[in-house]
């Protein structure tokens, strides 16, 4: 049995959460990977799963196994790419967490410039939820949260920040005519986040010009349920230049679209609520060249710095 190539399988199913989804990624067959998680097991003596036909789970020495094994994996990872960083350029796999609609409006588009550098580096991409906090099973965590503290024991660098802003398509602002002050937002069809419904409110920020203070607001959605609320800031925005209603989006998701006029900004002296976006890699004793070069790479592209670069392009807040 190669021990090591079973650990690497035994990871990447655990990863996947499943066998099939395990023998996609490694482009092995199925039945090979089966085999090694089942030989891993022999030669262990003990099982480290437990199999249904609708879904994997980890025993409890099955845990206790996993957690070492990555971490051998990871040292053995490191090692490679110190050996390796010493004469030649970066090279191997990054993966990457980002919440899906960060990734599919700036992210995805940045990319290519990356692959143009540093062409023997390959990218794998996860963008299936929010994404609060770092994942110790990626080299590079993208993390869009609100004000709350940052959570875990890891390399953390600020990329920037993106305030929700008030927009519709044009079409509907024809149609059903544009809001002048908060509370006329009552009378619109609004396309919510899942919290705000379910809190009945929204709080809108004006910040003024030459003070240290601002104006803040919170209406009472109780007063007009929303046309549509979801979690997916991706359906809203569809939602938005599909001219269903008004909605609050980050900056980053709409710029390109006001640029271009498939929405208009309502209200644009007011705006909601700021994300701050990071990149989190682990704690190690060694980062991978690759990793690295990938944490500068979007430092230098997103600022590094707590200023929205997507407000200054459409116009600031405020004005």
């Known amino acids: ?58 025993t409890e020495i099955g845990e206790d196994y996993l957690e070492r094994a990555r971490r051998v994996l990871r040292e053995l990872d490191d090692a490679d790419a110190i050996a390796i960083s010493v004469n030649s350029a970066p090279s191997g796999n990054i993966r990457i967490l980002s919440p899906p609609a960060f990734a599919a409006h700036q992210l995805v588009q940045h990319l ?70 908060p509370n006329d937002l009552l009378l619109h069809d609004g396309l919510l986040p899942a919290v705000a419904a379910v809190r009945r409110e929204l709080t809108l920020f004006r910040e003024e010009t030459g003070t240290a203070k601002g104006t803040r607001q919170t209406l009472n959605l109780a007063l007009r349920p929303p046309a549509l609320f979801t979690s997916q800031l991706e359906l809203l925005y569809a939602a938005a230049v599909a001219g269903m209603g008004v909605a609050g989006l980050p900056t980053f998701m709409v710029a390109d679209a006001l640029r271009e006029g498939r929405l208009e900004r309502v209200l644009p002296d007011w705006r909601g609520g700021t994300l701050q976006l990071y990149a ?22 997103f600022g590094g710095t707590q200023d ?12």
């Open 1 to 58: 049995m190669d021990q090591l190539r079973s650990l690497r399988v035994f990871a990447q199913v655990i990863a996947e959460g499943s066998f099939a989804g395990a023998a996609r990624t490694l482009d092995l067959a199925p039945a090979v990977v089966t085999r090694a998680v089942s030989d891993l097991e022999d030669h262990l003596g003990v099982r480290l799963l437990n199999r249904t036909t609708r879904r994997l789970a980890l």
């Open 112 to 181: 290519p410039d990356f692959r143009k550098r540093y062409p023997s580096i390959q990218l794998e991409l996860s963008a299936s939820g929010p994404v609060a906090a770092a994942d110790e099973n990626f080299d590079v965590s993208i993390l869009s949260i609100g004000q709350q503290p940052l959570q875990g024991d890891f390399v953390v660098r600020q990329l920037a920040s993106s305030s929700f802003v008030i927009c519709a398509a044009p079409a509907y602002l024809e149609r059903c005519g544009r809001p002048q002050l």
């Open 280 to 301: 989190a890699m682990p704690t190690r004793k060694h980062v991978p060249t690759r990793t690295r070069v990938f944490m500068d790479f979007l430092i230098e592209i």
């Open 308 to 319: 929205d670069p997507w407000a200054n392009a459409i116009g600031s807040i405020g004005k």
